[in-house]
Every structure is written in C-alpha cells, then in structure tokens.
C-alpha cells in the first residue's frame, strides 16, 4: 500500500480508533452500557447512528484544522470558540482523567485474571509503557498504534468468527429477545459524544493531509475503521444475551465460553495493548497542546505530565472501579462535548468551512 495513501486516508481512522479503544470499548462494558442494554437490534441502530455522527463531524474536524494548520487541539478549539476555548479545556481535561481511569481499572482486572497478581502490577505496566512511547513522541506514536490496530482487527475477527460458528443460533434468536420501548438513537447519540469529543487529540496525524477532498475522505472513513472492532463485539456478545449484560469485563465471558485458552491470553495481550493505545493517544495530545504553547518542551518533561496524568487517573480508578467509572462518569461528560463541542464543530466549523470556499 502507498504510504501516502495510508496516512491521508486510513491512518486518521486508526488513530481515532486506538484513542476511543482501551478500557470501556475493548473490554466490552462501554457496548453494553450505551448499546446492548437497549436490546440487540436497538443496539445494532444505535451504532449505526453513532458511526454516522462520528463520520461526519470527523470530516469536519479535519478540514477545520487542515485550513487553520490547527494540529493540536488548543490551536483547534481556540479558532473553534474564540474566548470560551477554556470551557473545553476544562472538559477535555475531565475526559482524559475519566478515560484513563477506565483504563487503568480495566488493566488490573486483566492482569488479575490472567495471572492472579496484584492489579496493581498491571496498572504500574500500563502506565510504564505509556510513557515511554509518549517519550518519543509523534513519529512513533504513528507506528505503534498503527501497528497495534491491525493486531486488534486480527485478533476481533478470530473472536467473532469462533462466537459465530459456535453460537451462530444463540446469536440470531437473540433478536428475537428485543425489549419493547428501547431507545433507537439515544444510546448512539451519547456515545459518539462522548467519544468523539476527545478526537481534537489526534490532529497530530491530520498534517498528512493536504486537500479539502483528502479531508472529508479521511473523515468519513475513519468513521467507520472506529466502529468495526466495536460492531465485531456486539455481535459476538450477543452469543451471551442477556446474561453478559451484568459482566464486568464483557469479552471475558466471551472467550470463556469459547474456551480457547491460548487464544484467549494472546487476546488479552491484545486488549492490555489498547489500553496503552489510549492512554498514549490522549497524553500525547495534551503534550502537544503544551508544545503549542512552550515550544521547547523537552522529552522529558513530556514524560513527567504523562506520568502525573497517569497516577492522578490511577487513584480515581481503584476509588471508583470500572463499572462505576463507566455508569456514573460518562453521562454528564457525554452532554458537555455536545454542547462544547460537537454542536460548534457543526455549526461553527461549517460555517468556516463554507465561508472559506
């Protein structure tokens, strides 16, 4: 594959990807939450219409910071909202405490199932790993997550292929078991919120792009690359409906009842992976923010904040746990990204876009 072609039209979508991915989206509880309790086919709609608002404001988003050469996310909201740009700031900040603390919660319940150690050992990994690739910064950054999403994609397949071929009635009679009086949008509204209010971190990866075309294109597609892991899940996870609903860790269940066991501890490998994807993703947007501002930050003060964001998101985890993270955290999270951001990125981003035509 052309590398230009890659990083224009896929690599976006990756990235986006790897930093919505770790803790409530890999482990499954996130799918649960916003998707299957409103019942296999109301989830499989509500997905659908998550993706669409992904896509479209992604394709927004990208055009927005290719016209203002705005690749990070400071510079983004700054032009997006003028004086009220600390609002989001603030939001931002919020989410990626809230984010990483899902994340650390969910790596101590991985590594303490895989090997009965200490979750703490897990946690202390994750953030080990983190910050190292956040050392290095971009051009890294790129390759690893990349890299990652290929194995993640892999690794989703051979779990759905083996859920499907084993359960495949189980999976069609759940739709059968759809709860009357489900929501049909609401669950996708507030989750794509909540997940694309954070995509202002990747604008490091929109300066491959150079056209608005290559922009909506990037946009668009990357949309969709997020939502196939999580669409690969669901289905898989409706081999275990109803019961996977009180999981704490969903995809656990799945790969029990699979029963594979080296496959199933290459997937954890994988999942532990997505963590570090995330948690890497979302640092090193706020570090590049920080550069926007004091240019000559050295590596290793952008290992110090990751270091700091990390233990401060850690304590918030073993305080709270992952269900609790999930259940109480993201709802009030979700409406502020419609209101700080998603909403000015269609109407205010538009507009920009439209008067500079």
Request: hydrophobic share 55%.
């Amino acid at each position: 594959m052309n590398s230009r072609f890659f990083q224009k039209y896929l690599l976006p979508g990756f990235i986006f990807q790897s930093l919505i991915i770790g803790g409530g989206y890999g482990t499954g509880r996130e799918l649960v939450e916003f998707f299957l309790t409103a019942g296999p086919l109301a989830g499989l709609v509500n997905m659908a219409v998550a993706t669409i608002i992904w896509s479209i404001v992604l394709a927004v988003c990208f055009e927005f910071a290719r016209m203002g050469r705005c690749y990070e996310y400071r510079s983004f909201v700054k032009g997006l909202l003028g004086r009220w740009w600390i609002s989001y700031e603030v939001l931002y900040l919020i989410g990626l405490i809230l984010v990483v603390s899902v994340m650390g919660s969910a790596s101590g319940e991985i590594f303490l199932e895989m090997f009965e150690a200490p979750a703490l050992v897990g946690i202390v990994m994750m953030m080990g790993l983190v910050g190292l690739i956040v050392f290095f910064g971009t051009k890294l950054i790129e390759k690893v997550l990349s890299f990652w999403s290929f194995l993640l994609y892999g690794a989703f397949l051979i779990m759905f292929g083996a859920a499907f071929t084993m359960f495949y009635d189980t999976i069609g009679n759940s739709f059968d078991m759809q709860p009357i009086g489900s929501n049909w949008a609401l669950g996708g509204i507030k989750y794509a919120a909540y997940n694309i209010g954070l995509a202002p971190a990747i604008l490091f990866c929109v300066r491959h792009i150079e056209t608005r075309r290559e922009a909506y294109i990037s946009g668009l597609t990357a949309g969709v690359i997020s939502m196939i892991p999580a669409l690969l899940m669901f289905l898989a996870m409706l081999s275990q409906y109803p019961d996977i609903i009180q999981a704490s860790v969903p995809v656990n269940l799945i790969l029990d009842k699979i029963g594979w066991s080296n496959f199933k501890f290459l997937f954890q490998i994988v999942l532990f992976g997505t963590f570090i994807e995330t948690g890497v993703g979302l640092i090193h947007g706020f570090n590049e923010r920080v550069v926007a501002v004091y240019p000559k930050l050295t590596n290793q003060w952008r290992l110090a904040i990751g270091i700091l964001i990390l233990t401060i998101s850690i304590f918030v985890a073993n305080a709270v746990g992952l269900v609790g993270l999930i259940a109480q955290g993201y709802g009030a999270l979700t409406w502020g990204y419609w209101v700080l951001f998603v909403i000015p990125v269609l109407t205010l981003g538009v507009r920009a876009i439209l008067k500079n035509e």
